[in-house]
C-alpha cells in the first residue's frame, strides 16, 4: 500500500507491504528488501522518530504511542490514547501560549516604557497571565502521580515473619508456580514480582524474603531489599501465620498496610480474634483468596478515583512543569531584581513549556513583540 506524502503517518513517502506472517516468509522478505540498493532496517523508533521531525507528532504523542504498544490493561490503554489524542499537548500548547504572551508583554513594558503607544498596564497583564498559568500547574502537579501510577503500576508488597506463607499466597494469585516453597525458614533471598490487572488497573505483587534478624548475610541482603520495597509500596500485606503466637508486633511501616493473617484451615474459625487481622485467609483451602482480590480490587478503584484528568505520565514532564512553576513564580516575586532577570524567568519557563513537546522556538516571541506593539517605526 502507498502512502504518499505529508499524509503517512511519518509524513514521508511510505510504502506497506502485506504478506502472510510466518516467520520464514517475513524474514525471505527483508532478507530480498537487503539486497536492494540504499536500504536498510530502521532502527528502534525510527518511524516515530521521523514523524517527529516532520512535524506529525511532538513529543508526548510519541510518548503516548509508546505507552500504547507496552499497556497491559484497559486503563493503561486509555491514558496512553488520550496522550496520542493531544489531551497534554493542547494543556502545555495552551500554557506557553499565555507564558509566550506574558513574555512579549514584559518585554514590551521593560524595552519600550518610553514609547507612546506602549501603556502602562502592560505589566499587570503579564503578571496577571503568569500567575493563572502557575496556578494551574500547580493544580496539576498535586495529582498524587496519579497518571505515573496507571503507566506504572501499583506497588503491593507482601512482607512478614518467615514461613507466614508469602511465597504460597504470591503462587496462588499468580496461579502457577513463580515462588519455591518450603518449611525451611528462609528460602526467600530476593524479591520475586508478578504483574496483576485489577479492573483494568496495572500493579506489581512482589514477593519479600522473610523478616527477622539474621547473621547469614544473603539472607540479611534480601531482608534489606524487602525492606527497600515495603519503604515504596502502595501497599503492605503484612502475613502473619495465626498458629503461631510468638510472632513479633514489629510490623513494618508503609503508606497502607494490611494483616493478614494466613493457614486459617490450622484453626477453629471461632478461635480467631476477627479484630486482630483485617483479613483471614488460608492458601490450602481457598478460603478467604477471593474476598482478598476483591479488597485490593476496591483498593485500587479508590487509588485512583476521579482518575480522568490526570495527564502527568513521566517524570521528565514533572520535572519540566516544576521548574515552569518555579520560572514563574520567580518572575512574580520581584525581590528587587532587575528587569532583566524578570524577563528571564518567563523565557526560562517558555523553554521548560516547550522542552516537553519538543517547541522551542524563538520566533514566536518575536512575532507576540511586532505584531502587538508599533515599537521602532
Known amino acids: 500500500m502507498w502512502f504518499p506524502k505529508p499524509h503517512s503517518f511519518t509524513g514521508e513517502d511510505t510504502a506497506e507491504l502485506h504478506v502472510h506472517g510466518s516467520r520464514s516468509v517475513v524474514s525471505e522478505t527483508l532478507r530480498a528488501l537487503g539486497d536492494l540498493p540504499d536500504v536498510r532496517l530502521a532502527r528502534a523508533g525510527e518511524f516515530a522518530r521521523r514523524a517527529f521531525i516532520n512535524g506529525r507528532i511532538d513529543l508526548t504523542e510519541a510518548e503516548g504511542l509508546a505507552d500504547l504498544i507496552d499497556s497491559e490493561t484497559e486503563q493503561q490503554r486509555k491514558q496512553a490514547l488520550?496522550?496520542?489524542?493531544g489531551y497534554f499537548k493542547s494543556l502545555i500548547d495552551s500554557w506557553r501560549e499565555q507564558t509566550l504572551n506574558a513574555l512579549a508583554l514584559a518585554e514590551a513594558h521593560f524595552d519600550f516604557a518610553d514609547e507612546d503607544d506602549v501603556e502602562a498596564e502592560i505589566l499587570t497583564q503579564a503578571v496577571?497571565?503568569?500567575?493563572?498559568?502557575?496556578?494551574?500547574i500547580t493544580t496539576r502537579l498535586d495529582d498524587a502521580r496519579t497518571g505515573e501510577r496507571i503507566r506504572d503500576g501499583l506497588v503491593i508488597v507482601i512482607a512478614g515473619a518467615p514461613n507466614a506463607g508469602k511465597s504460597t499466597l504470591l503462587n496462588r494469585?499468580?496461579?502457577r508456580d513463580i515462588a519455591i516453597v518450603s518449611d525451611i525458614p528462609g528460602t526467600t533471598r530476593d524479591v520475586l514480582e508478578v504483574r496483576l490487572d485489577l479492573g483494568g488497573y496495572a500493579a506489581?505483587?512482589?514477593?519479600?524474603a522473610g523478616i527477622r534478624a539474621s547473621n547469614d548475610d544473603i539472607e540479611k541482603e534480601g531482608i534489606n531489599r524487602a525492606r527497600r520495597y515495603i519503604d515504596n509500596a502502595d501497599l503492605v500485606l503484612w502475613l502473619q501465620d495465626v498458629t503461631?503466637?510468638?510472632?513479633?508486633?514489629?510490623i513494618v511501616s508503609g503508606p497502607v498496610r494490611w494483616r493478614i493473617g494466613t493457614k486459617a484451615d490450622l484453626v477453629l474459625p471461632q478461635s480467631l480474634e476477627s479484630s486482630v487481622y483485617d483479613l483471614v485467609v488460608s492458601v490450602k483451602s481457598g478460603d478467604g483468596v477471593n474476598a482478598l482480590l476483591q479488597a485490593l480490587l476496591r483498593f485500587a478503584n479508590e487509588t485512583f478515583d476521579d482518575h480522568?484528568?490526570?495527564v502527568i505520565t513521566r517524570e521528565r514532564h514533572r520535572e519540566a512543569l516544576s521548574e515552569t512553576v518555579s520560572h514563574l513564580q520567580s518572575f512574580l516575586r520581584p525581590d528587587g531584581r532587575t528587569e532583566d532577570l524578570r524577563v528571564e524567568d518567563l523565557r526560562q519557563a517558555a523553554h521548560s513549556l516547550g522542552r516537553i513537546t519538543g517547541t522551542v522556538d524563538v520566533e514566536d516571541l518575536l512575532g507576540r513583540i511586532f505584531s502587538r506593539f508599533c515599537v521602532g517605526k
Open 204 to 208: 506489581t505483587l512482589v514477593d519479600t
Open 128 to 136: 496577571g497571565l503568569a500567575r493563572v498559568v502557575a496556578d494551574e
Open 82 to 85: 488520550r496522550q496520542i489524542e
Open 308 to 310: 480522568s484528568d490526570a
Open 173 to 175: 494469585i499468580a496461579e
Open 244 to 250: 503461631d503466637v510468638l510472632v513479633p508486633e514489629d
